[in-house]
Structures are given as C-alpha cells and as structure tokens.
C-alpha cells in the first residue's frame, strides 16, 4: 500500500515538472561556456573593467541574448566569437537596467562589412527592423567601433541603443525596460540639445545626432560610453539623466 502510494506521489510529481518545464517556467537561462568567457577575457573590453556583481549580471545578460536570438549571417558564417562579442555588447548597454529581456527582437544578422541596405539604397553600418524583430550589424564595423574606444562612435551600441528603444515602445503594455518618468526626462532634455546640435552649437556631439529623438538616443549611448567625462562636462543633467534612465555610470567607472 505505502508503496502504491508513494508511486502516485512520485508520477504526479513528474508530471508536474513536465508541465512546468513545458510551460518554460523551469527554462533556465544557460550561462556562459569556458571558451565564451574566454573570448570576452582577451576582447571584451567593457567586461574586464567590471568586477562582483555587475560582472555576474553582464555574463547572465550577454548568456541569455546569445541564447535567444537567432543569429543570420549575410555572405558571412556566423562564429561563436561573433556571437559573444555582440551579446556582450548588449549585456554593456543592458546590465543596469531591472528588466533586459527583449522579446520583439528575435534575430541578429551580420554582414562582413559595410554594405548596401534594400531599403534605403545608401550604405549602412548597421539597422534595426522592428516590424521583423530584426538588427542588422557590419561585423567590420562592429571590430572597428572598439578598436578605437574613446572616439565616440560604436555602431554595435548604436544599433543596440535603437533596439532598447523600440523594445521598450512594443513592451509598453507588459512593463517597461525603461523607467517611464527617467525616459520623459531624458526626451525633454534631448529636444533641447537637439536644438542646439541644429544649430550647430553642440560642444559635443556630431551633427547626425540632430536628426530626430530616436538618433540622438542611439549616438548619445555612443559618448555615454566612450566619451564619459566629456559626455559629463558638456551637458551634465543629460549625462545624470541617461546615468539614472540606464542604471550605470561610466565616467565614474573609469575613474575610479
Ligand atoms: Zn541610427
């Protein structure tokens, strides 16, 4: 009889993992490999400055963009080193934030170099799609983003800057990635510094910025990160804002 029952216990509770695992509820996010680790030790630049807990939450972000997008290439075959290098560079722009999971955004393509976008005809760095949960990278141009750090151009955090800001848009009615009131903050400064990059005024920032809200967004990510203490002493209350909207503060950072 008790082992009868303890049988039953046993099936139901199987079953039960079953259901849940099914469900996702049990998917854990699987973490980095030895050799990822590895490839982000001798590239990664933003990661070997991190230590403790931010390194933790960098390696379980940049983990989990790896495993859930798809990764395409275009005249170009896909290698983990790629791979890890772009995750790493969301789990950069990400690692502050409570939430970083996006959902829309499902696949990354990367081109050898730049190339000729079917949309617009002109020649790109990189692009975002949203409609098609899609981000576009020049892997070329991804390289040389880093190999000059402190030049305040990055097309990998520029085109992962677009992506937060459209995720964060399509994930308006589940939560938010950004904290709405720091983001209203961030859009009634960035109108002003808009105005004055038009009118060529800018001590800072490159002319492109000036194009909309949605550009000055990406390029501003771009001097966040290479540009701190410049970012800092030409506009501080946007550097303090964008500082608060991603939970991370680079200038002090490097600093210290
Ligand atoms: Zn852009």
Redesign the pocket.
């Known amino acids: 009889m008790l082992i009868a029952i303890l049988f039953l216990v046993g099936a139901m509770a199987l079953v039960v993992l079953i259901a849940a695992r099914w469900a996702g509820y049990l998917r854990g996010t699987p973490g980095l490999t030895r050799s990822q680790r590895q490839v982000l030790e001798q590239y990664g630049l933003f990661y070997r400055t991190l230590t403790g807990e931010a390194r933790t939450r960098y390696e379980h972000i940049a983990a989990h963009f790896l495993d859930h997008m798809q990764w395409r290439g275009a005249g170009i075959s896909v290698v983990d080193e790629m791979k890890v290098l772009i995750a790493g560079t969301a789990a950069q722009l990400l690692h502050g934030l409570k939430q970083f999971r996006f959902t829309h955004f499902h696949t990354v393509m990367l081109f050898r170099d730049t190339y000729r976008s079917g949309r617009s005809g002109r020649m790109h760095q990189g692009e975002v799609r949203p409609s098609e949960g899609l981000i576009i990278i020049s892997w070329g141009d991804h390289v040389r983003g880093y190999a000059n750090p402190s030049d305040g151009r990055n097309v990998g955090l520029?085109e992962l800057a677009?992506a937060l800001w459209f995720e964060h848009k399509a994930q308006a009615e589940e939560g938010t990635l950004l904290h709405p009131e720091r983001l209203q903050d961030w859009i009634d400064q960035a109108d002003a510094e808009i105005e004055r990059i038009r009118a060529g005024n800018s001590t800072l920032f490159r002319e492109y910025a000036g194009t909309n809200q949605v550009?000055f967004f990406?390029v501003a990510v771009e001097y966040f990160f290479e540009q701190a203490a410049q970012f800092r002493e030409a506009d501080p209350r946007l550097y303090g804002t964008m500082k608060d909207l991603l939970g991370q503060d680079p200038a002090a950072d490097r600093r210290a």
């Open positions: 520029h677009h550009e990406a």
